[in-house]
């Protein structure tokens, strides 16, 4: 019986080979890396943060700009880094900014040759920042430049700035539509949850307290245009 099985070997390498071939030239021919930029739309409650700030809009509240970077590490999954930012910016005052910061584990497969589903899940590491700066006048400066000759008023600027960061997650579905190999659009639905704390914020090397800001369990829409190569 042994014998039947040795013949049968050879036969049965036959027939997976050219399957074998097939599927190490369907995943190398695939392109590894991904890079997308995009936009996005989600609703954070920032009433304390933008009472004090004022003059908020829709952009600044619920619009998220996207850059993503991802790798194919497996025929179906691939690796990567996400960000994304939230800006707010006052003239001659204020400016706030979230950044959201995602180590990208995704997995997809093709319906068809241009239509892939995706899943993605993602550990964050996400911050805000509120700085101004300021223009003054001084005197020791403005009386050392005069002892060198400028007899002009000069002001000096500075930054001043308060910050917190914490940890979070996301995931999300999406679909991604190949207008070619090298080029796609994507579009996704899910979740961001964070573990924001008000009494974890800095200034200045001092923890101080922050705004009230509710940032958990956020429904995110987010769109985009992907460079494959």
Known sequence: MWIDKLKFMPRMNQKLFPLILVFVAAVSGQPKLHVQLGGGYYQPTLTALNTALGDSSFF????????????????????????????HSIEDSFNRRFIYRALI???????????????????????????????????????????????????????????????????????????????????????????????????????ITGPALKLDAMPLFRFGVVFAK
Do not use: H
């Not at 619920?62 to 800006?87: C, K």
């Not at 000096?156 to 914490?166: I, P, Q, R």
């Open 105 to 207: 584990v995704e997995t997809f497969f093709f319906q068809r040759n241009s239509i892939e589903f995706n899943f993605l899940l993602a550990p964050m590491w996400n911050s805000c920042k509120i700085s101004m700066d300021i223009e003054n006048e001084n005197e020791d400066w403005s009386n050392l430049l005069s002892s060198f000759g400028d007899s002009a008023s000069y002001s000096f600027k500075s930054n001043t700035a308060m910050s917190t960061s914490w940890f979070g997650f996301t995931s999300s579905i999406g679909i991604r539509y190949y207008l070619k190999s090298s080029l796609g659009l994507d579009l996704r639905i899910g979740f961001t949850s964070n573990f924001y704390d008000k009494t974890k914020w800095k200034y200045g090397g001092e923890t």
């Open 60 to 87: 600044s509240n619920n619009v998220l700009l996207n850059f993503t970077a991802t790798y194919q590490v497996y025929y179906n999954t691939r690796i990567g880094f996400g960000n994304w930012n939230s800006f």
